[in-house]
């Protein structure tokens, strides 16, 4: 007997997609049977129906959405990421993606048609009733990535002299309420914020009292056009809920809520992580071509950066050819050098991120890092040095690997946090390319400082 949906959707891992569910949904789809397949997607979250459709391979991809059509979730195409979303956007007719986006909020609606062709976007646009698609061409002309781009329109406002039961009469007799909001913002007749009441407050005060004693005037307002990575790390820097986003004239255009702006945060992190380690702007939906197209620049720097330490150590080729020993331990050296680097380099990225590594406190993490690197150093080096005399029985080989071992863990540390310092400091993302200049510097320095020493003690 076949399993029901709300049977197959219970997982032991309860925020994983369930193998047996997926199994089921993709024989649904490649049987055909349409209404089973909107039965299990009907059972699924937005977010978890968008999981699915990023995990499964493009074909099938397309298939479900031909199949699910009209009956597909609108929630569904505001998680997904681009690669999959574009996918459903050219797979979807003009009429189905209209009559879903319609039900989205603005900031949902700007993120699916702001990277498509004119001639589509002018289709989607002509779907949307008048009153969206000003308030998305609006918010098109902000720049991207922008609290402009980021915010919604769909907000409710009250004059500072309402009382509670004013505004109590006017949210239920709206008809346009927002789907989710957490604030009433108090507005000047000029439509400039100048306080919020939470609803919880309203809830609690007798109907006369006055919306001007109980609202609260420290309000932070975010410029429209603010970083949308900016306004993140004030969301979560000052555990905002939600937050009104003003014009160059501080009037009042949108509102942005924490979901969207933890959205960034994680946006913003995944970026970061991505970047430290050279693999681009890729996501689980992308095609083997595009995923080796964008490794492919990386991967070429790392080439040149290879061939730059194999230069340093052309160098000392009578030395190695002397003491072949040397061959065996040097990439020792050169790989803790580069793996305390890494180390330093990952929390340095982070503390820039976060706003905790600034030029207040820059030199202080500096001489940290390079004491930290130095008291590694030196740890290793009585270790590596033991091991040199033992397996090479040439106590002063032992000596060169320490000497070698303490400088190169000294100069890891630095770099861990120079680079990435030196690039925010000229405006680029200190995660940009950090891992391969500093992985440069200590294969470079810490073959040099190897051979070099062995060249002087050993020969």
């Keep these: 007997m076949a399993e029901s949906p709300q049977e197959l959707h219970k997982n032991e891992d309860v925020y994983a997609l369930n193998a047996a569910a997926v199994e089921a949904i993709l024989a649904a789809m490649e049987a055909g049977d349409r209404d089973r397949l909107i039965e299990f997607l009907g059972h699924m979250h937005p977010a ?74 002018e289709e989607l646009l002509d779907q949307l009733d008048d009153a969206d698609r000003v308030a998305v061409e609006q918010s098109l002309t902000y720049p991207e990535y922008s609290a402009g781009r980021l915010m919604q329109r769909d907000m409710v406002t009250a004059p500072a002299h309402w009382t509670v039961g004013d505004v109590i009469d006017y949210m ?114 992308d095609t083997t071509w595009q995923i080796a197209r964008q490794r492919f620049p990386w991967l070429l720097v790392n080439l040149f950066t ?82 040199g005399v033992i397996w090479f029985g040439n106590p002063m080989l032992g000596v060169v690997l320490a000497i070698a071992m303490i400088g190169n863990m000294a100069i890891a540390g630095l770099a861990g946090i120079l680079v990435p310092l030196s690039l925010d400091k000229f405006g680029a993302d200190p995660a940009l390319a950090s891992g391969t200049f500093v992985t440069t510097v200590t294969d470079v320095v810490g073959f040099m400082l190897f051979l070099g020493l062995a060249s002087l003690l050993l020969l």
């Design 172 to 285: 239920r007799a709206s008809d346009d309420l927002p789907e989710q909001f957490y604030d009433i913002i108090i507005v000047d007749p000029a439509m400039r914020p100048i306080g919020e009441v939470r609803l919880g407050r309203v809830m609690a005060h007798p109907r006369s009292v006055k919306l001007e004693h109980i609202m609260e005037k420290d309000l932070r307002t975010i410029p429209v056009d603010q970083s949308q990575e900016d306004v993140a790390y004030a969301f979560n820097q000052y555990h905002m809920i939600q937050a009104p986003v003003v014009n160059a004239d501080g009037r009042l255009v949108g509102i942005i809520t924490i979901d969207d702006a933890m959205d960034v945060l994680e946006d913003e992190a995944e970026e970061d992580m991505r970047l430290l380690a050279g693999v681009g702007d890729e996501e689980i939906s």
């Design 306 to 387: 290879a061939i730059l330490a194999s230069i340093v150590i052309s160098l000392f080729s009578s030395t190695i050819e002397a003491v072949v020993a040397l061959a065996v331990l040097m990439p020792i050296v050169a790989s803790m050098g580069g793996n305390g680097a890494t180390q330093t380099l990952t929390v340095a990225v982070r503390a820039i991120a976060t706003r905790d590594l600034t030029g207040s406190n820059a030199m202080r993490v500096v001489r940290r890092e390079l004491v930290a690197g130095t008291l590694n150093g030196i740890a290793f080096a009585a270790i590596i040095a033991v091991v």
């Design 48 to 121: 978890d129906v968008a999981d699915l459709l990023e995990q499964i391979e493009q074909p099938r991809r397309i298939r479900l959405i031909e199949m699910w059509g009209s009956d597909i979730d609108p929630e569904v195409l505001s998680e997904l990421e681009e690669g999959a979303r574009d996918d459903v956007l050219n797979t979807l007719t003009a009429d189905q993606l209209g009559s879903a986006v319609q039900e989205l909020d603005t900031d949902d609606m700007v993120y699916l048609v702001e990277d498509l062709d004119d001639a589509d976007k």
